[in-house]
């Protein structure tokens, strides 16, 4: 499955660069509108790309807040509210998990406490959950400090544009920022040298083949770092 080409920009948000040992912020525009809504053995990990993304290591300062624009969430989302932090139900893949924080920017920075984080992405073939399927789909609430935890699986590659995991924070029932998250290119070709993503052959340039992401996507792709047999990267949303 593929996603519509066309995008929807809808507001403005504040997106915080944030740094842990050896992971990075990231965020980036999505692509497409939203046609679908609904009701409210894992491979060994190649060895991490060098010279790419923009890593904070501990004991660094934090960047300056980055303003992006917000795009829409594609045709796949699906309003399902299936709280869990593993969202992969067992399927293969090279395993990848994301820590989050979401602060409120003009707050100072206030961490947000129960906010809704909903995470979704394609499987190793390109494919999204669909109907009653919900592979790759989850949805967290912030504690305290702000912040959730994913556990999922680096995602596949789909004919046209660069692969990606889409996000979306719910604050509150009248607001949202969604926005998505690339990988950077050396990784995702090596990844795609495994099993069960080596089912199919991979695009030799998985990013740069989208003109979007050549246009914006340096800025923000995430640097990952090795955890156990996959990958894990930390970053903070900051909304307003």
């Known amino acids: 499955m593929t996603e519509n080409g066309n995008s929807r920009t809808s507001r403005r948000t504040l997106l915080l660069a944030a740094g842990s040992a050896g992971a990075a912020a990231f965020a980036a525009a999505c692509s497409g509108p939203a046609t679908t809504r609904g009701a409210a053995g894992l491979p060994q990990a190649p060895a991490p790309p060098t010279g790419t993304g923009t890593a904070t290591g501990a004991g660094s300062s934090a960047p300056a807040c980055v303003l992006t624009t917000e ?47 909903d995470v979704w992405h394609a499987d190793p073939s390109g494919t999204y959950s669909t109907g009653k399927d919900t592979f790759f789909r989850g949805t967290q609430l912030t504690d305290a400090a702000g912040r959730c935890t994913f556990r999922t699986i680096v995602p596949g590659w789909y004919r046209g544009l660069a692969p990606h995991i889409h996000f979306k924070v719910r604050p509150d029932r009248h607001t949202e920022t969604t926005s998505q998250f690339f990988f950077p290119e050396e990784l995702l070709v090596r990844v795609y040298e495994l099993q069960p993503y080596a089912r199919r052959r991979a695009p030799a340039h998985p990013n740069t083949r989208d003109s979007r992401y050549r246009d914006s996507g340096a800025a923000t792709t995430l640097t990952p770092s090795p955890d156990a047999s996959g990958y894990r990267a930390a970053y903070t949303v900051g909304i307003t």
């Open 71 to 117: 795009s829409g969430e594609g045709p796949y989302y699906l309003d399902l509210d299936r709280v869990r932090s593993d969202i992969t139900e067992g399927m293969a893949g090279v395993p990848f998990r994301l820590d989050l924080t979401v602060v409120r920017v003009p707050a100072g920075c206030r961490p947000v406490a129960g906010a809704a984080v």
